[in-house]
């Protein structure tokens, strides 16, 4: 019904950048809530930001300054622009829709498949 395609990840020096892209399609009536979320081996998937349906964002403490999560509603595309990357920022990164489904109006969450970011020298 609804799928979240990403790209954007790889791998990249400390204090580099990446800019990470989830675009979805499918029977969605309306999106409420995107995020990316990421998690690193051995550890929980763990928050890095949201963008609520009215715009407002949020972040986690340990990404605020450094990333900047955004979208484009006409496309159904969501970004996460990471920048001065850290060994510690290494992990998958998945994003995440909470949509309201077209044929029923019920809400939904999906993920993404999944992107590697690898930051190392």
């Known amino acids: 019904q609804v799928q979240l395609v990403e790209s954007g990840g790889g791998l990249v020096q400390p204090g580099g950048s990446l800019r990470l892209s989830c675009e979805a399609s499918?029977?969605?009536?309306?999106?409420?809530?995107m995020g990316w979320y990421r998690q690193a081996p051995g550890k929980q998937r763990e928050l890095v930001a949201r963008?609520?349906?009215?715009?407002?964002?949020d972040y986690a403490d340990s990404v605020k300054g450094r990333f900047t999560i955004s979208r484009d509603n006409a496309k159904n595309t969501l970004y996460l622009q990471m920048d001065s990357l850290k060994p510690e920022d290494a992990a998958v990164y998945y994003c995440?829709?909470?949509?309201?489904?077209?044929?029923?109006?019920?809400?939904?969450?999906?993920w993404g498949q999944g992107t590697q970011v690898t930051v190392s020298s």
């Open positions: 963008i609520m349906n009215g715009g407002s964002t």
């Open positions: 995440n829709y909470v949509v309201l489904l077209s044929s029923t109006h019920a809400l939904s969450v999906h």
């Open positions: 499918g029977s969605i009536f309306s999106i409420r809530a």
